[in-house]
């Protein structure tokens, strides 16, 4: 059997790469313009490679019951790992990815296809806009991991961003989101605040290095208008490779302080990372 190789390719938003993995059989790293964007085992879903993917997953473990159907709505598609995940993890689920480069779906699809009767709808669109005309009420989770190379697109970071996701989901659903910054948090402060505006309870999964202000790193949102089950996630983050905190209430209130709500008139992507800031965890 000949060896995988690396497939490059320019697509609607960047250029593309997917890189095999020398240790697992059929595992693949894509990046779009070099920064890592998913890392995808097609012999095991269930395998998370990423820090921020692994913490995703635990939220997804303990949403609801193991093994339940869910609704899902991945806003950023990548290589498509977390709807394979939940696939694996939960089979039934209906899931809708909306990914805004089509030509990056197509890569990924024709080298790293989905498995037959996945429940994977792909969507190639804008992850604000398909919010906006998708029935209310119709998902238990939206994930969003949507970066414009390294960067959140600035319209994915306001309060009406943040009301359209709530629409679309249940009363009792969860909004994900995988943001990234570095002390003195002025955009991952301004996001909570946002979503803090919109939504009842907020909780926030990161590295303590990360929360010192002592690098750059991925941060966890979670929101929604129930009271979330801190424990399991806390006891799964801390048992991570890289060990996690699970903050919320009062810790949250004072890392927000005086950060206002984003709105359309006056949003901006999250911030450049440092060069070198992204690495498989």
Do not use: C
């Amino acid at each position: 059997m000949s060896e995988p190789i690396p497939v490059t390719r320019t697509t609607d938003y960047g250029t593309a790469k997917l890189m095999p993995d020398v240790d697992r059989e059929r595992a693949w790293l894509l990046t779009v313009d070099g920064a890592p964007q998913s890392y995808v085992d097609l012999d095991a879903p269930t395998h998370l490679e990423f820090e921020y993917a692994r913490r995703l997953g635990h939220v997804l473990d303990t949403a609801a019951e193991p093994g339940r159907a869910l609704d899902v709505v991945h806003l950023g598609g990548g290589a498509l790992t977390l709807p394979r995940y939940v696939a694996a993890t939960r089979p039934g689920s209906r899931q809708d990815v909306v990914e805004a480069d089509r030509g990056l779906l197509d890569l990924v699809v024709e080298h790293l296809p989905l498995p037959a009767g996945s429940g994977i709808t792909l969507h190639a669109a804008d992850a604000r806009a398909w919010l906006e005309d998708a029935p209310p009420s119709s998902a238990d989770i939206v994930i969003a991991d949507v970066f414009g190379g390294s960067r959140v697109p600035a319209h994915l970071t306001t309060v009406a961003y943040a009301r359209a996701a709530e629409r679309v989901l249940r009363p009792d659903g969860v909004y994900l989101a995988n943001l990234a910054d570095a002390a003195p948090f002025a955009f991952l402060r301004s996001q909570l605040a946002t979503f803090a505006a919109v939504f009842q309870e907020l909780v926030l999964i990161a590295e303590p290095a990360v929360l010192r202000g002592r690098r750059f790193g991925n941060a966890v949102l979670i929101a929604g208008h129930r009271p979330l089950d801190t424990a399991p996630l806390a006891r799964r983050s801390a048992a991570d490779a890289f060990p996690a905190r699970v903050e919320h209430g009062a810790a949250l209130r004072d890392l927000i302080g005086g950060a206002e709500p984003v709105h359309d008139e006056n949003a901006v992507p999250s911030p450049e990372p440092p060069e070198g800031a992204f690495s498989i965890g």
